[in-house]
């Protein structure tokens, strides 16, 4: 692709408890430097039952939700570990360029240099902790940011907004 053809685009990437678990924080950021890409937000959440219901939303009639839930909202851990960092990036052509250096879902079959591939496992209930999460296509990219940041949580208005009016405060929310 030549530098005309690139596009400016945004990501959401999430390190998983897992991440968390095996102290991957500082080389995940590092390994996701090499694609030039800029953070313009990032945040520590707790994860709750609703919140993976609409991340996972396409996996939710899956006979292994229950235990995605539990991985994914760090109880297979314990309490120290219900945690997840959340991190917006934007770059030219961002998407493809993550999904590339975290490698693919099932850890086994990543290519072993890629994140997924050198840190990831199959538990014991068969989910698959591949340690990170990143949008697959523009559309989920959107999808995702607006689940899980709010507009005044990123230093740029990536997605269009409104003013909205709650306890007498104006606050803004994505349209
Ligand atoms: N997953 C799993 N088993 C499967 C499919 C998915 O454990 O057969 C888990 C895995 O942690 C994966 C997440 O569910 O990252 C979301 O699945 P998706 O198909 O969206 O893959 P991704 O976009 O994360 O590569
Ligand atoms: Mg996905």
Request: aromatic residues 10%.
């Amino acid at each position: 692709m030549t530098e005309a053809t690139k596009k400016l685009q945004y990501t959401l990437i999430i390190m998983k408890p897992d991440a968390l678990v095996k102290s991957l924080t500082g080389n995940i950021l590092a390994r996701f430097l090499e694609a030039r890409l800029r953070i313009i937000g990032a945040k520590v959440v707790k994860v709750s039952r609703e919140l993976v219901e609409l991340h996972y939303a396409h996996l939710i009639d899956e006979p292994f939700f229950d235990d995605l839930y539990e991985y994914f909202s760090g109880k297979t851990y314990g309490p120290d570990y219900e945690r997840v960092l959340v991190f917006v990036y934007e770059g030219e052509d961002a998407i493809s360029k993550v999904r590339r250096i975290a490698g693919a879902t099932n850890p086994l079959e990543a290519d072993p240099i890629s994140i997924r591939g050198a840190y990831g496992r199959i538990n014991k209930k068969g989910v698959m902790e591949n340690v990170i999460h990143c949008s697959d296509s523009e559309e989920s990219a959107k999808k995702e940011i607006c689940l899980w940041v709010d507009p005044d949580e990123i230093i740029k208005e990536i997605y269009p907004t409104k003013k909205v009016i709650k306890n007498n405060y104006e606050v803004i929310e994505w349209a």
